[in-house]
């Protein structure tokens, strides 16, 4: 699996993210579940609608996810 970061992911991992350690521990190990396993039921992993209804999303705490976009229909 390839992740690439979008522009503006640096800006609000900077702001929201980083200068939390607790945080920044939970999105590292959520992210790792995440290449593992897309489907763990830890991540409450789903695909969005609306506007957004090209990309999927995965929880961080109940406030913070991360919201994606395959390619090619899949993962890796």
């Known amino acids: 699996m390839r992740i690439d ?9 900077k702001k ?7 945080l920044n521990a939970r999105f590292t190990e959520r992210l790792i579940l ?12 789903h695909r969005l609608v609306g506007k957004k209804e090209n ?7 109940g406030d ?6 395959l390619e090619n229909n899949r993962l890796g």
């Open 5 to 13: 970061y979008h522009q503006n992911f640096s800006k609000h991992y």
């Open 16 to 22: 929201r993210i980083a200068n939390n350690p607790s």
């Open 34 to 45: 995440f290449e593992s396993n897309p489907q763990n039921p830890l991540l409450r992993n």
């Open 55 to 61: 990309y999927w999303s995965f929880s961080i705490t």
């Open 64 to 69: 913070i996810r991360v919201v994606y976009r």
